[in-house]
């Protein structure tokens, strides 16, 4: 728990990063997925020590140790929360350059595509030693 509470606390961390944001909203992520199913497994260990006390085979520290477990618990929960609302933007914003990035390189291997058919080579009418030779002058280009 104290790895999610420091993976979800902003703190100091480069929000421009786009690792940085990933690891946060992964730590977030991971407390959303399991909100119900660690909820479900406090409340039942509660509701077992508030039996097991009475009868004298659980001690008031275990009682004590849950009861924190219970608030470091809803703290991580808050704190999920808010850190999901801080990095809901920058994260649309790192989304929407990627989207640019990427549109701009499938545009640009279009064209280079485009352009590798218009050349002789690639018209598979130069022959097979003169072709090797002028896509090893492609290779060249490339470097």
């Known amino acids: 728990m104290k790895?999610?509470?420091?993976?979800?606390?902003?703190?100091?961390?480069?929000?421009?990063?786009?690792?940085?944001?990933?690891?946060?909203?992964d730590n977030e992520a991971a407390v959303r997925t399991?909100?119900?199913?660690?909820?479900?497994?406090?409340?039942?260990?509660?509701?077992?020590?508030?039996?097991?006390?009475?009868?004298?085979?659980?001690?008031?520290?275990?009682?004590?140790?849950?009861?924190?477990l219970l608030d470091d618990w809803n703290t991580l929960k808050k704190l999920a929360k808010e850190t999901k609302k801080e990095i809901a933007l920058p994260m649309k914003t790192a989304a929407a350059a990627n989207e640019t990035k990427i549109e701009k390189l499938d545009s640009e291997l279009k064209n280079f595509q485009q352009a590798m058919r218009k050349r002789e080579f690639f018209k598979y009418n130069c022959g097979r030693v003169e072709a090797l030779e002028k896509l090893e002058g492609v290779f060249d280009e490339l470097k």
Request: aromatic fraction near 0%; proline fraction near 2%; charged fraction near 30%.
């Open 3 to 25: 790895e999610t509470i420091s993976g979800v606390k902003l703190g100091e961390k480069d929000l421009s990063d786009v690792k940085t944001l990933l690891a946060i909203s």
């Open 34 to 68: 399991r909100m119900d199913e660690i909820s479900l497994t406090l409340d039942q260990l509660q509701d077992s020590l508030k039996i097991l006390i009475p009868a004298n085979l659980a001690k008031e520290s275990h009682q004590k140790q849950t009861n924190k």
